[in-house]
């Protein structure tokens, strides 16, 4: 099984 | 004071296309450097990063920085309304809480302006860094789109997988399997029909077919896709807008638990 990843885990806030 | 001239009208009205079913509302920022946008979609699955050159417009002046936020729907029910060669003016106006779009046919015998209301909204800038990439694969924007539309008949997620065999989609659903090989190919007539793969170490990664079904909408604004993966990274998904600049979506792969 797969979970869908998140944009915010790859890149930060700036 | 923001005034922004763009003789190919019919490119923004492809760019609303292309995003206003991935996000709702968005900044667009303008700067000396360009008009652009950056957002992401409810879920934070995908981002959206747009830039149109200011070398691109006719007419460029943005006295300062300025961002605006608006309503992608509002925007392309506004846009919709300019004919497909129709050149069209951004207006805008510092302090002020609306923009204003005006469209001229091409032989001025009709002008409209539509001014729309402006909101504001929180944005979320995120860094992307520049990264090397296992494998880069450019095709012809249709046949991406075409097997994004397939596979998704099929299945809800595709696999990507880059080997020197060539990029494969496969998918796999309650009423069977699909996979779809391309190989590089670039004995072909026209530039934008080749089919170039460039793999630095093999990558497979899987996706929500939803997602990418989705930035296909991009698809009248390039003969050609690219198709950026790593491992360690979202896919990049990039349409170049031809004299402009781009059209890039970002999408976060889907993790095995």
């Known amino acids: 099984d797969s979970k869908q990843g998140n944009i915010l885990s790859f890149f930060k806030k700036i | 004071m923001l005034e922004l001239r763009l003789v190919?009208?019919?490119l923004l009205k492809k760019v609303l296309e292309a995003t206003k079913d991935l996000v709702t509302d968005a900044n667009f920022d303008c700067s000396a450097t360009g008009f652009s946008l950056q957002a992401m979609d409810s879920s934070h699955v995908a981002l959206v990063a747009l830039l149109l050159r200011s070398e691109g417009f006719e007419h460029y002046r943005c006295d300062r920085n300025?961002?605006?936020?608006?309503?992608?729907?509002?925007?392309?029910k506004m846009l919709k309304c300019a004919g497909n060669d129709d050149i069209i003016t951004i207006k805008g106006d510092d302090g002020s809480d609306t923009v204003t779009f005006m469209f001229e046919s091409p032989n001025q015998d009709k002008i409209s302006d539509f001014e729309m209301k402006l909101m504001d909204i929180d944005s979320e800038h995120l860094g992307i860094p520049e990264a090397e990439y296992h494998a880069i694969v450019k095709m012809p924007?249709?046949?991406?789109?075409?097997?994004?539309?397939?596979?998704?008949?099929?299945?809800?997620t595709v696999v990507i997988s880059v080997t020197k065999e060539g990029v494969k989609f496969s998918t796999r659903g309650d009423i069977g399997t699909a996979n779809i090989v391309c190989r590089q190919n670039k004995t072909v007539d026209k530039p934008e029909e080749a089919t170039i793969i460039e793999m630095n170490e093999p990558v497979s990664l899987t996706f929500a077919l939803r997602y990418l079904n989705s930035f296909t909408k991009a698809t009248p604004l390039s003969e050609s896709v690219t198709v950026s993966l790593s491992s360690e990274l979202p896919v990049v998904v990039e349409y170049k807008i031809a004299d402009m600049g781009y059209i890039r979506f970002y999408l976060a792969p889907k993790i095995e638990d």
């Open chain 2, 8 to 10: 190919q009208g019919s």
């Open chain 2, 66 to 76: 300025i961002s605006m936020g608006m309503n992608l729907n509002n925007m392309s």
């Open chain 2, 141 to 156: 924007s249709s046949e991406f789109q075409r097997i994004c539309k397939d596979l998704s008949s099929i299945g809800d």
